[in-house]
């Protein structure tokens, strides 16, 4: 049974920081894509960062850049999200997700074949 279990979420001030962990069991972990998308009160899922399976290759949203880093321990079949320099407009609950379809990662939800649950994150001012 496929699984993504994201942990790590909470409440931070703005300026503060987190690390979001993300284990994934029940599928080739080493071959997926990964990547973290958000979605906040109101408003559509978008994109934060991905990662590619093998290669390190990542990218992220002009909205986190430089704050924003990405990491995958494929030994451990976890991904991570550290978040740095948190503002308010970060928060959002955070979902891990997995695709077999883009290895190098993707920037699309539709891309990608499984989902967590979420985490809520919440940066006060």
């Known amino acids: 049974q496929v699984q993504l279990l994201e942990s790590g979420g909470g409440l931070v001030q703005a300026g503060g920081s987190l690390r979001l962990s993300c284990a994934a069991s029940g599928f080739t972990f080493s071959t997926y894509g990964m990547a973290w998308f958000r979605q906040a009160p109101g408003k559509e899922r978008e994109f934060v960062a991905t990662?590619?399976?093998?290669?390190?290759?990542?990218y992220f949203a002009d909205s986190v850049k430089g704050r924003f880093t990405i990491s995958r321990d494929n030994a451990k079949n976890t991904v991570n999200l550290q978040m740095n320099s948190l503002k308010p407009e970060d928060t959002a609950i955070y979902f891990c997700a997995a695709t077999s379809q883009t290895p190098l990662g993707s920037m699309r939800p539709r891309d990608y074949n499984y989902w967590g649950q979420g985490t809520q994150v919440t940066v006060s001012s």
């Open positions: 990662i590619g399976a093998i290669t390190t290759f990542t």
